[in-house]
């Protein structure tokens, strides 16, 4: 009989064993492995190729392997130490690569022992193993992949392409798009709120940039975030690049002078401190939720984890965020932790960022877009 031969993608070579383990189960033998290349919204993945061999064959080639080696004898005693290579030595950087890769691979293996049989208990079908081993490979969370593939087989049964499509149908559903943040019609005010250190700054001055090249409208900035040092001379400097006002607020009677003042601006973008309490949560939304008709962006990396993601969805539930905004997505060990957050939110996702340059690496996307970017493009 030929053997199942099959290849998978992740991240990282962890999550790519994980995926063969899931699959394939404990016996997988690997073929080979590669590095591809990430497209826009994705970095480099490991791509594996392993093989399954049938039942009966098993046996026949553990006979072919060949005995193991009798026991060495003590060794001799140590002869004189030779000299030492020149320390840019092609052979000696070739032993030290291949003995990190060896480590490399050992630490893989031992962290995915775990995963595998976590994958094997579940005791899904083979579409559904395969459509869990890839959700779970691009960094989605365990239980949620479960969820989605469990749901996926009562629409697509057995099939494996039937129940991938559904799989991709039921993260359209759970991926909604909207309007770019920078294409608006009337005025409008929008506060970015969020951990410190996701790029809450950084993303409304791409968000201001897009603004004031694609609809010339009339943008200026307000800061609150008078915690973080240097917070609001970061924005005053992205605001004199552009050359756009930037006001700071630092309570509620401010707060509404100086938007009082930016009445005739057509985008006003509120950056705000990160805080790590609820109780600092709930005293941010009584201020940020003063202002008339202002939509609140809550901004999230990526990039974290999804215990991470989870504590900051019940951090900024008082807020009750009206958007989601997604930032270094070229940090993420996996996509699969936007639909992580996106679920937990619940909200519509505005944009997503990619890198540091403004403002090219700010992106509003579809649905299809996003479900690809979970997903990937390519069918099982």
């Known amino acids: 009989m030929t053997p199942t031969v099959r290849t998978f993608r992740a991240p990282d070579p962890t999550s790519a064993l994980a995926a063969v383990k899931a699959a394939l189960g404990p016996e997988a033998v690997i073929l080979a492995t590669r590095t591809v290349d990430g497209g826009l919204f994705r970095r480099a993945e490991v791509e594996i190729t392993a093989a399954l061999e049938p039942a009966g064959a098993a046996p026949a080639a553990r006979a072919r392997r060949p005995a193991a080696a009798p026991p060495r004898p003590p060794p001799l005693p140590a002869a004189p130490a030779a000299p030492a290579r020149p320390p840019d030595d092609p052979l000696q950087d070739e032993l030290r690569r291949l003995r990190r890769s060896v480590e ?103 968000v201001a940039a ?77 201020l940020v939720r003063s202002v008339p008709r202002v939509q609140l962006h809550l901004t999230v990396s990526a990039a974290a984890g999804a215990l991470e993601l989870a504590a900051v969805a019940d951090r900024y539930r008082a807020l009750a965020p009206d958007r989601l905004v997604l930032t270094k997505l070229d940090e993420a060990a996996g996509p699969g932790s936007v639909l992580s957050a996106a679920v937990r939110v619940c909200r519509p996702i505005a944009c997503v960022t990619n890198g540091q340059r403004v403002p090219e690496d700010v992106h509003a996307l579809g649905g299809g877009e996003l479900v690809d970017l979970v997903a990937g493009e390519d069918a099982p």
């Open 104 to 206: 490399e691979t050992r630490r893989a293996l031992a962290a995915v022992t775990l995963e595998a049989r976590a994958g094997r208990e579940l005791q899904l079908p083979p579409a559904g193993a395969d459509a869990y081993a890839r959700l779970v490979g691009r960094g989605m969370e365990p239980a949620l992949a479960e969820g989605l593939v469990r749901s996926a087989l009562e629409l697509g049964g057995a099939d494996p392409g039937r129940a991938w499509r559904a799989v991709k149908d039921l993260l359209g559903e759970r991926l909604v798009p909207c309007r770019a943040p920078w294409l608006h019609d009337g005025r409008r005010v929008i506060a970015a709120v969020g951990p410190t250190g996701v790029g809450k700054t950084t993303t409304l001055a791409k």
């Open 210 to 286: 897009r603004a004031l090249l694609e609809t010339r409208k009339r943008v200026a900035f307000v800061t609150v975030d008078t915690y973080r040092l240097g917070g609001a001379e970061q924005l005053a400097r992205y605001a004199g690049i552009m050359e756009v006002p930037v006001l700071v607020a630092r309570d509620r009677g401010e707060l509404g002078r100086a938007l009082e003042r930016l009445s005739d601006v057509d985008l006003v973008l509120l950056d705000t401190a990160g805080h790590a309490s609820v109780e600092d949560v709930e005293r941010q939304a009584a």
